[in-house]
């Protein structure tokens, strides 16, 4: 069992910027496919990022390419999503998710093609 651990979020405005950070200490592989989606009030669970297997290969919900970025850090065990030019839109619960599976990156946008999920933190962004 992987635990993770989402952090980085909190109450900024409009065009500000975040950068959540998702915590597998327990972690004892480098690769896997890493999700992050995000729960509107009201709204089901959205995709928003993945990055699959490896750095070179990053796909994006439409709404927040060109805005966001996701990365990871092996060394420490831990992967980002860096938010920028936030709008009140993306006011939301965001988790973060792991996948080991080998069709983990053919469903990325899925969320059974993940493993193990974070708690979530909120990002809530005034106009």
């Known amino acids: 069992q992987v635990q993770l651990a989402e952090s980085g979020g909190g109450l900024v405005q409009a065009g500000d910027s975040l950068r959540l950070s998702c915590e597998a200490p327990g972690r004892t592989f480098n690769n896997y496919v890493t999700g992050w989606f995000r729960q509107a009030p009201g709204k089901e669970r959205e995709f928003v990022a993945a990055m699959i297997w490896s750095a070179d290969r990053t796909r994006y919900a439409g709404s927040v390419k060109g805005r966001f970025t996701i990365s990871r850090d092996n060394a420490k065990k831990t992967d980002y999503l860096q938010m920028n030019s936030l709008t009140v839109g993306d006011t939301a619960v965001y988790y973060c998710?792991?996948?080991?599976?080998?069709?983990?990156?053919?469903?990325?946008?899925?969320?059974?093609?993940?493993?193990?999920w974070g708690q979530g933190t909120q990002v809530t962004v005034s106009s």
């Open positions: 998710a792991i996948g080991r599976r080998l069709d983990s990156g053919s469903y990325y946008s899925s969320e059974p093609a993940y493993d193990y």
